[in-house]
């Protein structure tokens, strides 16, 4: 590989559960398809009834909550650093969230499919926009911003 091609890297469930602290219920990613360490991450998480959340969100009508929607989505952009040696064993807490837009209601039987982009880095605060799709509609997007701090 040269200089100029960039890695491609995928993580299943337990991986990912290595990168990050988080365990269950809030593991919150099920697959990282496709990244590129410090640039981007894609994965998704299966929603199904089973999930804790929906049997006191809305029942009837249960709806993914959206603080758990921005916190997966907080999962994969931390993912699009951690698998970078310098970033390893850090914890990654939220500093600030701008632009919220929830769009689309994200139900059980959807898969929320994931993306999220580095914006900037800067010393120990980092920066992310990430969205969040069903059947390929926008569901959610924000910027995140996350401080890195000491090891997890």
């Known amino acids: ?37 410090g640039k981007y991450c894609k994965g998704y998480k299966n929603l199904t009834m089973n999930e804790q959340f929906f049997q006191g969100h809305f029942p009837g009508n249960p709806v993914f909550p ?26 990654f807490l939220y500093a600030g969230i701008d632009g919220v837009r929830f769009r689309k209601q994200v139900k059980p039987g959807d898969r929320f ?20 799709f069903v059947d390929g509609q926008l569901a959610v997007e924000a910027d995140l911003m996350f401080s890195i701090v000491g090891n997890k």
Not at 10 to 37: G, K
Not at 113 to 132: F, Q, T, Y
């Open 1 to 37: 590989m040269t200089e100029t091609e960039e890695k491609t890297l995928s993580f299943n469930v337990v991986e990912i559960m290595d990168m990050i602290p988080h365990r269950y219920p809030f593991v919150l990613v099920d697959r990282v398809t496709e990244c590129v360490p």
């Open 66 to 91: 959206g603080v758990l929607q921005l916190e997966a989505m907080a999962q994969m952009s931390a993912s699009v650093l951690m698998p970078l040696e310098q970033y390893k064993d850090k914890l």
């Open 113 to 132: 499919d994931m993306e999220s982009e580095l914006v900037k880095i800067k010393g120990p605060i980092a920066k992310a926009h990430a969205r969040g």
